[in-house]
């Protein structure tokens, strides 16, 4: 049988190292006698491997001082509220940017708790807005955007300068694959399924002016200020993913970095995009100015073929390259744990199915 690749865009596939580490200290973790599952979060052996996973994250992305890292639950889905309520307030208004479904998503969210202002909208065109057509309100508590978005394949290939409005990014599916300035950022949220470790942690990053803001009709669980006072554990957080995070972190150290991973990815990424391009068969519908390093959506020039295409592909080990229902044709997920040879090995398929069917 060869090898299984998981292109899912999320939950996504883990660093095999990681897994196999897990997988030698799933019953007993360093001699304590009990599997991360079964510890008190509480107890020093989880508060140990809390803050080791916290102290890694902030060495490998370079956080400043004056930032909170939370690891909180809900998914970035609730971030798309949990940011409102807490920012929002300050002047009743927020700009967002808006090129993809999950920017449509965070948009829909903001608008019960405040006035949204779309200061500009290409999710039809698959791309991102020039930086130069940004026109940020003045009296907006905060500028939202997506730097990647997971289901069109569309990234920004630049951070917006808001100045003095503190700038909110949905990084769930770019976090960890190339060094960022934090210092840019108000908040940095991100689901972890992608790059980070499995389903049901959330990262947030944020600026510890920024904390503190919440109306008193916010609830506890959505309030920043009540996860930053208590260290992440107001209430049981998802511990065994906390500590899958953790792992990534070390794995991520012992392999070069975020500078290593900025060079391997972009070099997976362009990879695949000169096969696309340089194909009649495929095309990919980004403008090539903004095509994501991360998640990169085809089309087949046939759509019948399709199913075979996908068929073929999984019996060859090339797992979850269905395309989302709302752009269609295939999406490969390359995120830090795919390894150059699965990439390599899509290319290959590609082409002899090309050949075969064009």
């Keep these: 049988m060869s090898r299984i690749y998981n292109f899912s865009a999320g939950p996504a596939a883990l660093p095999e190292a990681v897994l ?103 999710a039809a065109d698959f791309k991102a807005p020039a930086e130069s057509d940004l026109q940020f309100s003045a009296d907006a508590a905060y500028v939202h955007y997506t730097p990647n978005e997971t289901i069109q394949g569309v990234e920004f290939p630049y951070i917006p300068d808001t100045g003095e409005i503190p700038l909110v990014a949905d990084m769930s599916s770019t976090i960890l694959s190339r060094p960022v300035d934090v210092s840019k950022f108000g908040i940095i949220y991100a689901g972890a399924q992608k790059n980070v470790g499995p389903a049901g942690l959330t990262l947030v990053i944020i600026r510890e002016d920024l904390i503190g803001h919440a109306p008193d009709s916010c609830p506890a669980m959505m309030n920043y200020q009540i996860h930053a006072d208590n260290g992440s554990m107001y209430n049981t957080p998802p511990t065994y993913a906390w500590y899958l995070a953790g792992l990534v972190f070390k794995w991520l150290k012992e392999n070069g970095g975020l500078d290593v991973m900025a060079v391997v990815n ?58 989302h229902r709302s752009v269609g044709g295939m999406r490969a997920s390359i995120y830090n744990a795919m390894p150059e040879e699965g990439v390599q090995a899509l290319i290959a398929f590609m082409h002899e199915f090309e050949k075969a069917n064009a």
């Design 20 to 122: 196999k580490q897990a997988q030698d200290e799933l019953l007993d973790w360093h001699g304590a006698g009990v599997s991360v599952m079964e510890m008190s979060h509480r107890g020093k052996e989880f508060m140990s491997i809390a803050a080791q996973a916290e102290a890694d994250l902030r060495e490998i992305m370079a956080i400043p001082d004056n930032y909170k890292v939370l690891f909180l639950q809900g998914g970035a889905s609730s971030q798309f509220a949990m940011v409102p309520m807490n920012l929002m307030g300050r002047t009743g208004k927020a700009d967002y940017i808006n090129t993809g479904s999950w920017s449509k998503k965070a948009i829909a969210e903001a608008k019960r708790y405040g006035e949204v202002n779309v200061i500009a909208d290409t």
């Design 266 to 323: 972009e070099r997976k990424a362009e990879s695949l995009y000169n096969t696309i391009d340089d194909s009649g068969f495929y095309a990919n519908p980004v403008d090539p100015e903004c095509r994501s390093w991360m998640n990169v959506p085809f089309t087949l020039a046939n759509p019948d073929l399709d199913g075979k295409f996908l068929e073929e592909a999984s019996a060859k080990g090339l797992k979850s390259l269905k395309g």
